[in-house]
Structures are given as structure tokens and as C-alpha cells.
């Protein structure tokens, strides 16, 4: 048996690359559907709703820590590690569920790109521009070998930049800002608790669980000098010291994107009287006469570039879903000889989900709604999950520390918590 390496291939990794997994996941996080909920909350709220941000940002940072460490030490995506542990028809409902969500969610992503190309002057048919970024969000999943899709989604990742832009370009009532976050707006009321789950659930969203974790999976079976930390375990200080650093910037950088959306339409269109978006093209076209023609572009555009990283993210997550489940050869490293299901489910979710677009739904209350879903089905997909991290049966000695399981189980209780008072106001019980 040959001695362990020095030096693990973690702990030579510039600084630049030490942001992979986390910070890809973190920006798919502000996809078109964040995007319309933080617009919307801030539109709705004003600043009423900027707190929840400072909720979300320790919670996601442990929920993603977590998926990512199942992934480092299994060699396992997370539907795999469920369907070793767990009743066969209770994973496969589970994954229905994040499937369906995530489809829902891809489709109102595309019409939210669709929108914004014509808000940008483009002139063609909705249907074509849905088309159009489909296919090329598919082909770029299809064709595009393991390292430069990864590239791309982290070059993808300086899109978000749009959003600080904007928020530079408005005025700001700083004050009221900071009182917001001392002072917690609070109401129970249908409206409120919609929007609060609407933004926990796009914030703290099951397929980027299955993500991070399946982009570790996919990172140390590239890299012929990683192994997964249970049968390599002297990777571990330098591998998890990277996954926390990678985490909390990328979880830092969601955050930040989502409070300048919810700001800059906090001091722009809810203070001019606008507090009901229909459309993603209402979003950004009610910034032009208040903040002005460059945020309103910057914003349009954000919306495009974040759709070109968020559809190939939701639609490889579902597909690593649906093949750990069904125990499929899976991975965007492999050819698509290698893995046709694999790639035929990417395919399958990207065209289901254009064909949302054709649907009698308006296009931000899709999105909004998918957000809403998608905050419901992580409750019991957190709560496995927490069972599978604790585990020493799972994770052997690398089972999450007691701080990490508290703020995982925290953000269980928050997403069950909030779930429960969207209920409530469903059957009519809340106001």
C-alpha cells in the first residue's frame, strides 16, 4: 500500500480556485425567480423584508456546508446517499417533488429571459427567444467538456455584478435601511407570510442541496489525485477548510445580490407607489422612469445573465436527482454515450420547462410560486439530510461538528416554521 501524498491537491489550490463549488451555487442561488422574489418582496415590503437576509445568510451557509461535506466524504450525491438509506417510494416522491419544483422553476426562468431580451430592444416572438435560450443552455451542458462548463458557470457568476449597479444608480434612504434591520417588520398576514417563505425557499432551495454537493462528487472524481475523504482521509483539514471558505463567500455573494434587489426596488418602486409586479418585464420597466434608463438596463440584463447560469443548474441538478435515485451512471464529465439517461433528463427537464411558457400563469407569479414550492419540499429533504450528515454510519469520522448541526437543524425548523404559516394562511386560518 502506498503511503498518502504530502500535500492533498485541496491545499494547492490558488485562492481563486479555491471558489468552486459554493460560489457557483451561491450565484445560481439569484436566478430569475430570486430575482422576482426579492423584486417583489421589495416592491410589496419596502424595507420591511431586508431582515430575512440576515436569517438566510447563516442558515444556507450550514444547509450548503453540510451537502457539500456528504459529497466530499461519500463520493455521493445527496438522491444517492438517500436511496442507501431510506424507503425506495419515499426518495422517489421526495425527488418528484424537487423535480417538479425545479422544472418550474427552469420554464419561469425562461420567460423571465424571454422578457428581458425584448425590454433590451431584441424584437422576436416570446416563443423564439424561450426556444433560443433553451437550446442553448442544453447545448452547452451537452457539448461543452467538464472543465471549460465549469469555467463558464463561474465566468457566469460576474452577471450578478448587474445588481450592485443598479442599487449604486438609485437613492437610497440609508437610515430607514438600518432601522429595518434593528427593528424587524413583522405581520401575519397572508400577503407576508407568502413573501417570507417565497424568500426562504428561493434562498434556501433543495436543488442547490443535490448541486454543491454532486459539484464536489464531480470535482474529486476529475482530479485523479482526490478521493473521497472516507477512504482518504488525511485530505480532510485541507478539503473541508476549502469547502467552508468556498461556502461562506459564495453564500455571502447570494446575499449580498439579493439584498441590493430587494433595496433597489425598496427605494424605488415601493416608494413611488408601485407595490404589485405582474411580469419580470414589469420589474425592470418600472425602474426606467424613477431610477433611470441605466438601472433599468443593468437590471433587464441581469435577469439574462443570471437565466444563462441558473437553467443548466437547475436542469444537471434534477437530472443528478433523478439518475442517484434510479442509480444511473451520472455527471456532466461523462460523455453523453456514457451517461444517455443522464443527458436525456437534462434534455426532458430544459423542454418541459419551455414548454411552462405556454401555460395561462403570469410569468413573475410563476416565478414567485416556484419559490413558494420549493420552500415547502425542503423541510423534509433538510430534515433526511441532517440524518444523513449525523450519521457515523454515512459520514464515518467526518460527521458535522455540534455549531454545524445546530445551524442545520435551525434552518429546518425556520424553512418547517414558515411553511406551516403559509399553510395557515391557505386554508384561511391566518388573515
Request: proline letters at 5%.
Amino acid at each position: 500500500m502506498s503511503d498518502p501524498p504530502a500535500e492533498s491537491p485541496d491545499a494547492r489550490c490558488s485562492p481563486l480556485a479555491v471558489l468552486g463549488p459554493g460560489l457557483v451555487t451561491g450565484a445560481s442561488d439569484d436566478d430569475p425567480s430570486g430575482i422576482a422574489t426579492y423584486a417583489q418582496a421589495g416592491a410589496l415590503f419596502g424595507f420591511g423584508l431586508t431582515w430575512t437576509l440576515l436569517l438566510t445568510y447563516p442558515l444556507m451557509s450550514a444547509v450548503q456546508t453540510i451537502s457539500a461535506r456528504i459529497g466530499r466524504t461519500t463520493g455521493l450525491g445527496i438522491a444517492a446517499n438517500l436511496r442507501r438509506r431510506y424507503p425506495v417510494p419515499l426518495v422517489h416522491g421526495l425527488i418528484a417533488l424537487v423535480i417538479t419544483a425545479n422544472v418550474i422553476n427552469l420554464g419561469a426562468d425562461l420567460g423571465a429571459m424571454a422578457e428581458a431580451t425584448t425590454l433590451l430592444g431584441v424584437t422576436m416572438p416570446r416563443w423564439v427567444a424561450v426556444a433560443f435560450f433553451a437550446v442553448v443552455c442544453l447545448g452547452a451542458q451537452i457539448f461543452c467538456n467538464y472543465a471549460r462548463y465549469v469555467a463558464v458557470l463561474k465566468w457566469l457568476t460576474l452577471s450578478l455584478l448587474f445588481y450592485f449597479a443598479a442599487l449604486a444608480a438609485v437613492e437610497v434612504d440609508w437610515g430607514a435601511l438600518a432601522r429595518s434591520f434593528v427593528l424587524p417588520h413583522m405581520e401575519l398576514s397572508r400577503s407576508f407570510l407568502t413573501m417570507v417563505v417565497g424568500v426562504l425557499g428561493t434562498t434556501i432551495s433543495p436543488y442547490l442541496f443535490f448541486w454543491q454537493a454532486t459539484l464536489e462528487v464531480e470535482q474529486t472524481r476529475e482530479d485523479p489525485e482526490l478521493e473521497p475523504l472516507r477512504r482518504a482521509p488525511w485530505e480532510a483539514a485541507s478539503a473541508l477548510g476549502r469547502i467552508k471558505v468556498d461556502t461562506l463567500v459564495g453564500m455571502a455573494f447570494s446575499n449580498l445580490v439579493a439584498l441590493a434587489i430587494m433595496v433597489t426596488t425598496a427605494a424605488t418602486l415601493h416608494a413611488g407607489g408601485i407595490t404589485k409586479i405582474d411580469t419580470a418585464a414589469q420589474a425592470a420597466e418600472a425602474l426606467r422612469p424613477i431610477a433611470g434608463q441605466f438601472a433599468f438596463v443593468v437590471f433587464a440584463a441581469g435577469i439574462i445573465g443570471t437565466g444563462f447560469l441558473s437553467v443548466p443548474v437547475l436542469a444537471s441538478s434534477a437530472a443528478y436527482a433523478l439518475g442517484e435515485t434510479r442509480d444511473w451512471p451520472v455527471g456532466v464529465s461523462k460523455k453523453v454515450a456514457q451517461a444517455k439517461r443522464f443527458y436525456a433528463t437534462i434534455a426532458a427537464a430544459t423542454v418541459v420547462g419551455a414548454l411552462v411558457n405556454v401555460l395561462p400563469v403570469a410569468p413573475m407569479q410563476a416565478l414567485v410560486w416556484a419559490a413558494v414550492l420549493n420552500g415547502i419540499v425542503a423541510v423534509p429533504v433538510m430534515t433526511m439530510l441532517m440524518a444523513l450528515a449525523t450519521s457515523r454510519r454515512v459520514m464515518g469520522r467526518f460527521r458535522i461538528s455540534t455549531p454545524l448541526a445546530v445551524g442545520g437543524w435551525a434552518a429546518t425548523v425556520v424553512m418547517g416554521a414558515a411553511s406551516i404559516g403559509l399553510l395557515l394562511s391557505t386554508l384561511g386560518l391566518v388573515i
